[in-house]
């Protein structure tokens, strides 16, 4: 795990607010953030920001239109800041990206080569959204991939359940926290 780093993606408030199952999803994810911290596993946050006045959202592109008529995840808004119970320290590197995947218009390739991390620990909200789109980008780039099932969470329980289940299986190994967490401490 030496060049590995955890990416915890878009687990920002409003997100939150809108994906949060009460399954204790939070917790479970804490956990993981502070077992990477103590096997000295790097935690780099990535969250979706959006320029105030959408300059750079295309009239085709549903989702982003749909985020934007909804008035969610423009850049300095309170909902788009990382939820309080999973904050980032001061000197954790926060990544903004402009689309689904965490390298798309993001500088996150760029941090990744400089701290020659070639392995990735997923989490995020959504397993459908983030999750997926990082996911194939980051296998399309030979990352060694890692995806925390329980540490991410979507607002459909059976498409998150078919994507760890079915579909990441054959990219990524495909994990509990705990089972993680127990794997890579000290």
Same mark, same amino acid.
């Given at each position: 795990?030496?060049?590995?780093?955890?990416?915890?993606?878009?687990?920002?408030?409003?997100?939150?607010?809108?994906?949060?199952?009460?399954?204790?999803?939070?917790?479970?994810?804490? =956990?993981? @953030? #502070?077992?990477?911290?103590?096997? %000295? &596993?790097?935690?780099?946050? $990535? !969250?979706?920001?959006?320029?105030?006045?959408?300059?750079?959202?295309?009239?085709?592109?549903?989702?982003?239109?749909?985020?934007?008529?909804?008035?969610?995840?423009?850049?300095?808004?309170?909902?788009?800041?990382?939820?309080?119970?999973?904050?980032?320290?001061?000197?954790?590197?926060?990544?903004?990206?402009?689309?689904?995947?965490?390298?798309?218009?993001?500088?996150?390739?760029?941090?990744?080569?400089? =701290?020659? @991390? #070639?392995?990735?620990?997923?989490? %995020? &909200?959504?397993?459908?959204? $983030? !999750?997926?789109?990082?996911?194939?980008?980051?296998?399309?780039?030979?990352?060694?991939?890692?995806?925390?099932?329980?540490?991410?969470?979507?607002?459909?329980?059976?498409?998150?359940?078919?994507?760890?289940?079915?579909?990441?299986?054959?990219?990524?190994?495909?994990?509990?926290?705990?089972?993680?967490?127990?794997?890579?401490?000290?």
């Amino acid at each position: 795990m030496a060049n590995s780093a955890l990416l915890v993606m878009d687990v920002q408030q409003d997100i939150v607010d809108i994906a949060n199952d009460g399954s204790g999803y939070l917790p479970r994810l804490r =956990r993981a @953030i #502070d077992g990477a911290r103590a096997a %000295g &596993i790097p935690v780099i946050y $990535v !969250v979706i920001g959006l320029r105030p006045g959408h300059p750079d959202i295309g009239p085709r592109n549903k989702v982003l239109n749909a985020i934007v008529q909804a008035g969610l995840f423009t850049e300095g808004a309170p909902g788009t800041a990382i939820h309080g119970d999973v904050a980032p320290r001061q000197d954790d590197i926060v990544v903004t990206k402009r689309r689904a995947s965490a390298f798309s218009g993001s500088d996150l390739d760029v941090v990744l080569r400089a =701290r020659d @991390i #070639d392995s990735l620990v997923l989490t %995020g &909200i959504a397993t459908s959204g $983030v !999750v997926l789109h990082t996911l194939c980008q980051a296998n399309d780039q030979d990352f060694g991939l890692t995806v925390l099932a329980d540490a991410c969470l979507d607002t459909d329980p059976e498409v998150h359940q078919f994507l760890t289940e079915r579909l990441f299986p054959q990219w990524a190994d495909v994990v509990a926290v705990e089972d993680w967490v127990q794997a890579i401490a000290p």
